[in-house]
């Protein structure tokens, strides 16, 4: 709603690929883009790709899942394990808090408009210690956006959140 109110200010965006989404359609016919988007151990679809089409095989193993729970578009969260989240007190927290996700988080494509997506700021802040964003890392290396590392797993916010924020301040400055 802040983005349609007011207009595209400048704001750091820590993402996922999930939301590459909603912010692309709202930058949609805006004259001016001058938010930066820091993609978080990301993916990063092109325009036409959803998450699926980057990962494989996930999409079958994802639906299994969501079949197995019961559901019908929901899929179980991950283990904080798998996540690279391993000290106690911060597992316990996180299956607190969990939720199951839904299905189409990874099969809606990305509808990024021509010009569009390049023309945002961009950085990437890659977790050295989860596959996930190797091959994007290197891709936004091409593109010529900053890319920052951090020695831990996926959810970073966790387990090294004060190195996560200090390169998401030098990612956006």
Same mark, same amino acid.
């Given at each position: $709603? =802040?983005?349609?109110?007011?207009?595209?200010?400048?704001?750091?965006?820590? /993402?996922?690929?999930?939301? =590459? +989404?909603?912010?692309?359609?709202? #930058?949609?016919? /805006? @004259? $001016?883009?001058?938010?930066?988007?820091?993609?978080?151990? !990301?993916? +990063?679809?092109?325009?036409? $790709?959803?998450?699926?089409?980057?990962?494989?095989?996930? &999409? &079958?193993?994802? =639906?299994?899942?969501?079949?197995?729970?019961?559901? &019908?578009?929901?899929?179980?969260?991950?283990?904080?394990?798998?996540?690279?989240?391993?000290?106690?007190?911060?597992?316990?927290?996180?299956?607190?808090?969990?939720?199951?996700?839904?299905? /189409?988080?990874?099969?809606?494509?990305?509808? !990024?408009?021509?010009? /569009?997506?390049? !023309?945002?700021?961009? @950085?990437? +802040?890659?977790?050295?210690?989860?596959?996930?964003?190797?091959?994007? #890392?290197?891709?936004?290396?091409? $593109?010529?956006?900053?890319?920052?590392?951090?020695?831990?797993?996926?959810?970073?916010?966790?387990?090294?959140?004060?190195?996560?924020?200090?390169? +998401?301040? =030098? #990612?956006? @400055?």
């Amino acid at each position: $709603q =802040r983005l349609g109110r007011n207009g595209l200010i400048p704001v750091g965006l820590c /993402k996922d690929h999930y939301l =590459r +989404i909603a912010v692309i359609h709202e #930058a949609r016919g /805006k @004259s $001016q883009l001058s938010a930066d988007f820091v993609y978080f151990d !990301a993916l +990063i679809p092109q325009d036409g $790709q959803s998450a699926f089409d980057l990962m494989p095989g996930v &999409e &079958e193993s994802f =639906r299994k899942r969501m079949h197995d729970a019961g559901s &019908e578009y929901l899929v179980p969260p991950l283990s904080p394990e798998v996540m690279g989240v391993t000290a106690p007190g911060d597992v316990a927290w996180m299956l607190d808090h969990l939720t199951p996700m839904p299905i /189409k988080t990874h099969a809606e494509k990305v509808v !990024a408009p021509e010009g /569009k997506a390049a !023309a945002i700021p961009s @950085s990437y +802040i890659r977790c050295l210690q989860f596959s996930l964003g190797a091959s994007y #890392a290197a891709w936004a290396e091409t $593109q010529g956006w900053p890319v920052f590392e951090i020695d831990t797993g996926h959810d970073a916010m966790l387990t090294e959140p004060e190195i996560l924020a200090d390169l +998401i301040e =030098r #990612a956006v @400055s």
